[in-house]
């Protein structure tokens, strides 16, 4: 019985360490991980078209090809113009940040708080985020705002990992044959099968839904008359891979847009009227149809979700920090062993 509690405090420890140091090696390595991270995300994003392709016979290396040069095309296109909407954004900030605190100080009143006292609480809340190395809005936007080319850049190793990936994609399972022996690697190919298809159903589907409710919520803007609509539908085709609480943080900056831009209170309760009905059709009626149950990840899990990734990556942790916790989920619902972990980090 002794024997056995020892064994079990041992098999913590070294359970322990390996996490440590896997966070250590991720945190130093950041340079590679986050590329490769995204690279492989976008490797399932891209799996039903490529499947799709499948069915008219095309090559392999051309399907790849094809849907990589279309991703490309959307990025750069997309890229150009929202960069142009961040720049100009990130021009006006100033008349912006005064015209929010000329409306604050209005709010402020009923709290028995001055303009000062406000602004001093914001910037200890955003030197928490600078020390804990997640950065601002304002810092984002201004990142959005840089060379394009610069992004291009930095996007060249996210490529080269996803083509890499793209062209493993059919041949590993022979690989692993041969290595192991047909018996010896079905389990493993059986196990990794099931996961690779849960994941890529799910990214597929839930960047096909974040793609049509970022296009509306531009559209919709764009209709009201709401400046930076594509910067605004952009920022909510990503905050759309955040359940729970990503739609609504989605809804707040247009709406600020709107408020300031036109001063009346109605025009922007109206636009913000508009956006959450979108968000509650895409949310309670087409995300559920074409997606079942979904991840079904608890509020709690995704809040202790964006603040890990993002003391580790930064913004761009915070951007993956869901899909990849739902790699995670989806992977542990697929061994008997670990779906009571699982089932701890669901919703239910």
């Known amino acids: 019985m002794e024997k056995s509690g020892t064994n079990g405090v ?10 440590v140091l896997s966070v250590i090696i991720l945190k130093s390595l950041d340079f590679i991980f986050i590329p490769f991270s995204i690279a492989l995300l976008v490797f399932f994003a891209l799996g039903i ?3 799709f392709l499948k069915r008219f016979r095309i090559p392999s290396w051309l399907r790849i090809m094809l849907v990589v040069l279309a991703m490309l095309g ?3 296109l997309c890229g150009r113009l929202v960069q142009a909407n961040a720049q100009e954004f990130v021009r006006q900030l100033p008349q912006l940040e005064k015209k929010f605190w000329d409306y604050t100080a209005q709010g402020l009143g009923f709290f028995d708080m001055n303009v000062d006292e406000a602004k001093t609480m ?9 020390g804990a190395g997640i950065m601002p809005v304002g810092g984002v936007l201004k990142k959005l705002g840089a060379s394009f080319f610069e992004f291009l850049g930095n996007f060249f190793w996210v490529l080269l990992f996803l ?20 018996e010896r690697s079905e389990a493993a190919l059986a196990a990794g099968s099931r996961i690779s298809q849960a994941i890529e159903h799910y990214l597929g589907l839930k960047t096909m839904i974040s793609l049509i409710t970022g296009g509306m919520a531009a559209l919709i803007l764009w209709l009201f008359g709401v400046e930076f609509a594509l910067l605004w539908g952009v920022l909510t085709f990503f ?13 707040v900056p247009p709406v600020a847009m709107a408020l300031f831009q036109f001063g009346s209170v109605r025009h922007a309760l109206l636009v913000a ?3 959450i009905l979108l968000q509650m059709v895409v949310g309670n009626f087409l995300e559920p149809k074409l997606m ?3 991840l079904n990840l608890s509020p709690l899990v995704v809040l202790l979700a964006l603040i890990f990734w993002g003391w580790l990556w930064g913004p761009v942790g915070m951007l993956l920090a869901v899909p990849l916790t739902a790699v995670v989920k989806i992977a542990l619902e697929q061994n008997e062993a670990t779906r009571p972990v699982a089932g701890i980090m669901s919703g239910e």
């Open 292 to 294: 079942g149950t979904g």
């Open 163 to 182: 083509g890499f990936i793209l062209a493993e994609r059919e041949s590993w399972e022979g690989r692993l044959v041969k290595a192991l022996g047909r």
């Open 10 to 19: 041992q098999n913590s420890a070294a359970w322990l360490i390996i996490t």
């Open 74 to 76: 959307v990025i750069y």
């Open 273 to 275: 009227g508009v956006l």
């Open 239 to 251: 905050l759309n891979f955040i359940p729970n609480i990503g739609s609504l943080i989605a809804t």
């Open 49 to 51: 078209p490529v499947d």
């Open 122 to 130: 914001i910037a200890a809340f955003v030197g928490n985020l600078d």
